[in-house]
């Protein structure tokens, strides 16, 4: 069982101390105290993030995607050259950067501020964790 403080939970779902404080008073979240420091079940944490996350809004397409990891936000950076383009977004917290075509950077009207969906299909994902002598 991992604990984890309030404001690392708070950072963790984007959402402010508080908030995780009144999910906690809600019963929504477990929470113990232990010598001053509130903390909250990381499995319940990650129990809450699931049951609090928002289905991607259906687009009318009707096409169904593979992808799962999609990531709304602003452009911030577009460089071209005459045949490749790299475009970085900010999503949230967290920096997207995409190579494609100069030609799909135009076709899309990409540019800084411009509103974007990064779609992301990744046969390697690394998954980092914080080292804790055992």
């Not at 593979?66 to 967290?94: E, H, I, K, W």
Request: a negative charge.
């Amino acid at each position: 069982m991992s604990a984890v403080k309030i404001s690392e939970a708070a950072s963790l779902l984007g959402v402010s101390d508080d908030t995780v404080r009144r999910w906690i008073a809600a019963g929504e979240l477990p929470a113990t105290t232990g010598s001053g420091v509130t903390t909250v079940d990381g499995a319940a944490l990650a129990d809450l993030a699931r049951r609090r996350a928002q289905e991607p809004a259906d687009d009318g397409s009707g096409v169904l995607r593979s992808a799962r990891n999609r990531f709304t936000g602003l452009v911030t950076d577009v460089r071209t050259d005459a045949v490749m383009a790299q475009v970085t977004m900010q999503c949230g917290p967290y920096e997207v950067t995409s190579l494609m075509s100069t030609d799909a950077v135009r076709e899309l009207a990409l540019e800084p501020g411009s509103v974007a969906t990064a779609v992301v299909k990744a046969t390697t994902v690394i998954v980092e964790v914080k080292g804790e002598s055992q």
